[in-house]
């Protein structure tokens, strides 16, 4: 359904909205975007677990005074229903095509499906969802719908990743105010449809974001094992100052701000 159009809810308990781009990543796939004072919170995992996967990051605050949900796909680390139950019961989601019969079945009824290129709005914000090279089925035999990442566009641009491959039409993204680039993921190896350090730098060159930021990594993992380690992000932020030196890297702690400044 593209140029749909998302009310942009008002909650008193925000207080007063700013203009600008913030960023607070909250750990693995989840992060607050702030553009204009529109609040949007990506792929909401907000427990101390997932199946049985373990929170090892702190655990975040739940936001409040939300504009829409994005949701890029259905596999359960981005997709859990306990914390999308805690954030939108009255927030609408953004999803991907296929993806709202399934929260519907869940509770979750409003729903925005979005073919990759198509868009809608939220408040004074463009929404466009963008293509993921990523199986979006819930389980082997679960519920089947599509993977996509979001661009959100007012005076400043985010793009959000979800969970993707490289892709050719990254060119197209070029000249992006922020990137937010998987890199890792929560077991010791990567499956098909994902980036890991070397592949996200790869992309971050592709997309020439002003600044890019690393997620989905060092949150979740299975128990009995270390703490997820840092070094995929770091590894991303050498290899980007190697191959891309004009994008800027910030390696953001779960639960960490960064507000970006407007271009001169």
């Given at each position: 359904m593209p140029d749909a159009k998302v009310a942009a809810g008002r909650s008193p308990a925000v207080g007063v909205r700013g203009a600008g781009l913030v960023v607070t990543w909250l750990g693995h796939s989840t992060a607050l975007i702030e553009i204009d004072g529109v609040r949007l919170l990506t792929d909401p995992v907000l427990g101390r677990n997932v199946g049985p996967l373990l929170r090892y990051a702190a655990m975040p605050a739940i936001p409040e005074g939300l504009d829409?949900?994005?949701?890029?796909?259905?596999?359960?680390?981005?997709?859990?229903?306990?914390?999308?139950?805690?954030?939108?019961?009255?927030?609408?989601?953004?999803?991907?095509?296929?993806a709202g019969a399934w929260l519907a079945r869940k509770g979750l009824a409003n729903a925005v499906e979005l073919e990759p290129g198509e868009s809608t709005?939220?408040?004074?914000?463009?929404?466009?969802?963008?293509?993921?090279?990523?199986?979006?089925?819930?389980?082997?035999?679960?519920?089947?719908?599509?993977?996509?990442?979001?661009?959100?566009?007012?005076?400043?641009?985010?793009?959000?990743?979800?969970d993707t491959d490289l892709f050719e039409g990254m060119h197209e993204l070029a000249g992006l105010d922020v990137a937010l680039l998987p890199v890792a993921g929560w077991g010791?190896?990567?499956?098909?449809?994902?980036?890991?350090?070397?592949?996200?730098?790869?992309?971050?060159?592709?997309?020439?974001?002003?600044?890019?930021?690393p997620i989905?990594?060092?949150?979740?993992?299975?128990?009995?094992?270390?703490?997820?380690?840092?070094?995929?992000?770091?590894?991303?932020?050498?290899?980007?100052?190697?191959?891309?030196?004009?994008?800027?890297?910030?390696?953001?702690d779960p639960g960490e701000?960064?507000?970006?400044?407007?271009?001169r």
């Open positions: 829409a949900v994005l949701l890029s796909h259905l596999h359960a680390d981005h997709a859990d229903v306990r914390s999308l139950r805690s954030v939108a019961k009255s927030t609408p989601i953004i999803a991907p095509a296929g709005r939220v408040g004074a914000l463009s929404i466009r969802a963008t293509e993921a090279a990523h199986d979006g089925q819930r389980w082997r035999y679960g519920h089947v719908a599509g993977s996509v990442g979001y661009l959100a566009t007012g005076t400043g641009s985010c793009y959000f990743a979800g010791p190896t990567l499956g098909p449809g994902h980036l890991d350090p070397e592949r996200a730098a790869t992309a971050a060159q592709m997309i020439e974001p002003r600044i890019a930021i989905h990594w060092g949150t979740l993992g299975l128990p009995n094992r270390r703490r997820p380690p840092r070094e995929p992000a770091e590894t991303f932020a050498r290899l980007v100052a190697e191959r891309a030196p004009q994008v800027e890297v910030r390696v953001l701000r960064t507000v970006v400044e407007p271009r």
